[in-house]
């Protein structure tokens, strides 16, 4: 069976401008001139100015011109100046609407322009994570709370080093362009210090050493750094971010809690002592879901938080995009409505079979990069 779809809104605003000239025709022609409709025939080209050209709105308005002639001749209202006015007032809004339609096309030129060029920095910022790295299959999905964007304030990126896969998911404080420039810094230190340093621990206080440069009023970034390296195990440094998901083999899941909640990046001067690393098991048939707060503090209508640990099972599907794709989609239906955050969802799955040392990059040249879903 074959369902139809709904007319889009653009498609129903398209006839718009006709079936009110059509209305007011019929109505004119039921109720007689006593009823002074006539010059509510401008209501097309009215219509006609919301969508499409300058040239369909002009086409309209000589059209509801034509009918108004019409009309004003059947009804015998040129021997009165009521006439003449119901012209004059379809003349003008015609007028009006071919202006309003020039400058609607220029607008949208421009936020075509403008949307091209937030793509090109989306690349730049968030690129495609490897479909592979070492022994891991990953996965992206990316919803920004702002409507329209294509980027935010979380930032994820998968690197194989030769110091293992090492892997960053961060949330930065704020909304708005500043804290996509602050993304754009954590990613950028992040995707040079992985390959320098030896030690996820002074990764981590590189990374915290640029964040604390660039941020100002006590503003900070919240991040977890894991590195998968040869001995079927992750190691995760947490500073301040809500623990990620981990699915094993068998289906059940967990949260791996660090000993210690540390401060965000961007904090240490407040004092206080930095994050300890700490390993969890990571094997064959495993999954590691990162993720930034935008997933779990999404609300129902009544006001639920997500329950992602009674979702581990929607990641089950062989294929690690589709298994990504139904937990976006189960997600986006809780929510009910437009996200209130950005919400960051990456998804590393341990190949069954893999072998035990992940692969790095030859002369500089990554493995082959997937596509990043972006909503």
């Known amino acids: ?67 108004c002639v019409g009309l004003g ?13 119901a012209m004059l007032s379809v003349a003008g809004v015609t007028g009006v609407g071919i202006g309003a339609a020039v400058m609607r096309s220029r607008r949208e030129a ?38 329209e964007a294509r980027i935010g304030g979380d930032l994820y990126e998968v690197v194989a080093s030769p110091h293992g896969v090492r892997v960053i998911v961060g949330d930065v404080q704020g909304k708005g362009l500043a804290a996509v420039e602050t993304a754009a810094r ?30 100002e009023d006590e503003k900070f970034v919240t991040a977890i750094l894991a590195e998968i390296g040869h001995d079927h195990r992750v190691v995760l440094l947490n500073y301040g971010h809500p623990a990620p998901l981990l699915v094993h083999g068998d289906g059940t899941a967990d949260f791996p809690e660090p000993p210690a909640y540390a401060l965000p990046l961007g904090l240490a001067a407040l004092g206080g002592p930095g994050p ?54 189960d997600l986006v239906r809780h929510a009910a409505g437009p996200h209130h955050d950005d919400a960051a969802m990456l998804l590393l799955r341990y190949q069954q079979g893999a072998g035990a040392t992940p692969s790095t990059p030859r002369d500089g040249v990554t493995e082959r990069r997937g596509d990043g879903a972006t909503h």
């Open 276 to 329: 300890d690393p700490f390993p969890v098991p990571f094997r064959p048939g495993d999954q590691l879901l990162l993720y930034t707060d935008g997933v779990t503090e999404a609300r129902d209508e009544r006001g639920g938080f997500y329950p992602l640990a009674e979702r581990a099972h929607l990641l089950k599907d062989p294929d690690i995009h589709r298994a990504l794709d139904a937990l976006r989609e």
């Open 1 to 67: 069976m074959t369902v139809k779809k709904s007319p889009s809104g653009p498609v129903v605003l398209s006839w718009t401008p006709v079936a009110a000239m059509a209305v007011v025709a019929v109505v004119d022609l039921t109720m007689g001139p006593g009823v002074g409709l006539l010059p509510l025939v401008s209501l097309g080209p009215a219509f006609g100015s919301l969508v499409g050209g300058w040239r369909r709105t002009a086409v309209i308005g000589l059209a509801a011109l034509l009918l």
């Open 73 to 85: 001749m059947y009804n015998g209202l040129f021997d009165r100046p009521r006439g003449y006015t």
């Open 186 to 215: 954590v990613l950028g230190a992040f995707r040079e210090a992985a390959y320098d340093e030896e030690d996820l621990v002074e990764l981590g206080e590189r990374l915290e050493r640029s964040v604390a440069r660039e941020l």
């Open 110 to 147: 421009e936020l075509a322009s403008v949307r091209s060029i937030a793509e090109a920095a989306q690349r730049v910022l968030l690129r495609p994570v490897p479909l592979t790295a070492g022994p891991l299959h990953a996965a992206v999905s990316y919803t920004s709370a702002v409507a």
